[in-house]
């Protein structure tokens, strides 16, 4: 039976950071209405699960980044060649420190994200009930959505993007496998809101990109994600 010791101990393995120089191409500001931006930096630390590194471009904790290696690969790499920069991964901004070397980021990476930024938020396929119990807003706005146990430990998380939002609920790009009736923790990326989601529906969309239709729960609202009333 899992229990939370055995969800910690993965997680310690897969977060053990080992001190790895890396040149790596920072970029960011590709959500809709962002102004994209890269740099160059060398990474303090890395794990199978994110890295640290200083960082002249300012960022906050909850902004989302792509990350891609780039040649030479330092020698303690052994036979892993690179002769192009690598594959981007997007990560999220977990901390950011000022010290006396500069701006220290850590992130923490996410694996599948495809169609993760989407150039503008696509009209959502409303059902009449949706329409008229629940008017909703496109956004852009990033999540982390998690599945845990019964003990609360994490067994996935990902990170998504929800294409509109309402008061009872949204739509997200579906990051992990789940099925109607499961539920979800969803916590707003560099924001304030939490809350347990219920899948209502799961489907895939124009482009072959799986969504999900999820209910929140605990009777929270996310208000400030709302547009100013006219």
């Known amino acids: 039976m899992p229990n939370a010791a055995d969800g910690r101990a993965g997680r310690d393995r897969r977060d053990e ?6 040149r790596v191409l920072v970029n960011g500001g590709h959500e809709a209405g962002g102004t994209p931006w890269e740099e160059v930096t060398t990474t303090r630390d890395a794990s199978a699960g994110g ?4 960082m002249d471009h300012p960022l906050a904790v909850g902004e989302v980044v792509r990350v891609q290696l780039l040649p030479p690969l330092p020698e303690m790499l052994g036979p892993f060649e690179l002769s192009a920069p690598s594959r981007p991964v997007y990560a999220i901004v977990r901390s950011c420190v000022l010290d006396s070397r500069g701006r220290r980021v850590g992130v923490k990476f996410f694996d599948d994200v495809e169609g993760l930024m989407p150039a503008s938020a696509p009209a959502p396929p409303l059902g009449t009930e949706d329409r008229r119990l629940r008017e909703r807003y496109l956004t852009s706005v990033h999540f982390i959505a998690q599945r845990v146990d019964e003990y609360g430990a994490i067994l996935v998380e990902a990170l998504t993007v929800a294409e509109n939002i309402s008061r009872g609920g949204a739509q997200l790009l579906a990051p992990i496998q789940v099925f109607r009736g499961d539920t979800l923790v969803l916590l707003e990326a560099g924001g304030t809101f939490e809350s347990r989601a219920e899948v209502r529906n799961a489907f895939a969309g124009e482009g072959g990109l799986r969504r999900l239709n999820v209910m929140f729960l605990d009777g929270r609202s996310p208000r400030h ?4 009333a006219s």
């Open 17 to 22: 950071r080992f001190g790895l120089p890396v």
């Open 51 to 54: 890295a640290s590194f200083l």
């Open 225 to 228: 994600l709302f547009p100013a």
